[in-house]
C-alpha cells in the first residue's frame, strides 16, 4: 500500500478520490444556499438548514465529506512541493507563458484561491453556527419548531456588496476548478478510453458551469434585488 501512495499513479488517484469528496461537499452547500433565493423570509432556507443539522445521515456523510476536502487540500500541497522541487526551473514555452489561465495548468493556484473563498465562507458561516455563535442565530418558530435563524446571519452577509463581490469571484474559481479536476478523477480511477474522456470533459465543462452559476447566483441574487 506504501509502495502505490507514493507512486505517481497512487497519488494521483489519492488526489481523484478525494477531489470528489471536495465535489460532494461543495453540491451539497451549493444546494442548501441555493434555498436563501427561493424565500425571502428565510422561513425555507432555516427549515433546510435546520434539517441539515439534525438529520442523522447528513450529520454522518458531512463530516466524511469535509474530512476528504480537508485530505484533498494537504495532498495536493505537499504533491505540488514535491514536483517544484524536482523540477525547480519552469519552462518558458510560448504556449504556456500565453495559456498561463488555462485550469489544467494551475490546478494548485486555483485550488488555492478556491480555498482562501471556502475557508471565509466558513468561518462566517460554519463556523458560528456550530461553534461560537452569533446574535442573528437567535431562536425562531418555524412551522412550529424552534429552530436557529441561520437565514438572518447569512442573508445579513450578503447584503455587504464587497462580500457579494467575493463571493461571486470564488463561484467562478471553482467552476474553473471542476472543469479540469472532474474529469481528470474520472480519467485517473479508469475511464480513461477515447470514448469516455469526450463524453467526462463535456460533463465537465457542465459540472463546472453549474457550480459556477450556481454560486455566482446567490450573491447576484442580493446585489439586484436588495
Known amino acids: ?10 497519488r494521483k488517484f489519492f488526489m481523484s478520490i ?7 461537499f461543495l453540491a451539497i452547500h451549493l ?19 435546520h434539517f441539515m443539522a439534525t438529520n442523522p445521515i447528513i450529520r454522518i456523510m458531512e463530516p466524511l465529506l469535509a474530512i476528504g476536502f480537508v ?3 494537504i ?14 526551473q519552469k519552462y518558458a514555452y510560448g504556449d504556456q507563458l500565453l495559456s498561463w489561465w488555462a485550469p489544467s495548468k494551475n490546478m494548485f493556484i486555483l485550488g488555492s484561491m478556491v480555498l482562501i473563498f471556502l475557508v471565509i465562507h466558513l468561518l462566517n458561516f460554519w463556523v458560528k453556527m456550530k461553534f461560537t455563535g452569533d446574535p442573528l442565530l437567535s431562536s425562531v418558530n418555524v412551522g412550529g419548531v424552534e429552530m436557529h435563524n ?17 463571493y461571486l469571484a470564488g463561484g467562478i474559481l471553482v467552476g474553473l476548478h471542476i472543469t479540469h479536476g472532474f ?3 474520472f480519467q485517473t480511477i479508469g475511464f480513461s478510453n477515447q470514448i469516455w474522456l ?13 457550480f459556477a452559476v450556481g454560486f455566482s447566483y446567490i450573491p447576484l441574487y442580493f446585489l439586484i434585488k436588495f
Not at 500500500?1 to 497512487?10: L, Y
Not at 514535491?82 to 525547480?88: K, L
Not at 441561520?150 to 463581490?165: C, E, M, P, Q
Open 1 to 10: 500500500m506504501s509502495s502505490f501512495m507514493s507512486a505517481s499513479i497512487g
Open 150 to 166: 441561520a437565514y438572518a446571519l447569512v442573508s445579513g452577509l450578503f447584503l455587504n456588496r464587497w462580500y457579494d463581490l467575493l
Open 31 to 49: 444546494t442548501l444556499n441555493l434555498f436563501l433565493t427561493f424565500d425571502d423570509s428565510g422561513a425555507l432556507f432555516n427549515l433546510a438548514a
Open 71 to 73: 485530505v484533498h487540500i
Open 183 to 185: 474529469w481528470s478523477a
Open 198 to 210: 469526450k463524453r467526462l470533459k463535456c460533463l465537465a465543462i457542465t459540472v463546472g458551469i453549474i
Open 18 to 24: 478525494t477531489g470528489l469528496f471536495l465535489i460532494s
Open 75 to 88: 495532498w495536493s500541497g505537499w504533491i505540488t512541493l514535491e514536483n517544484m522541487r524536482a523540477r525547480p
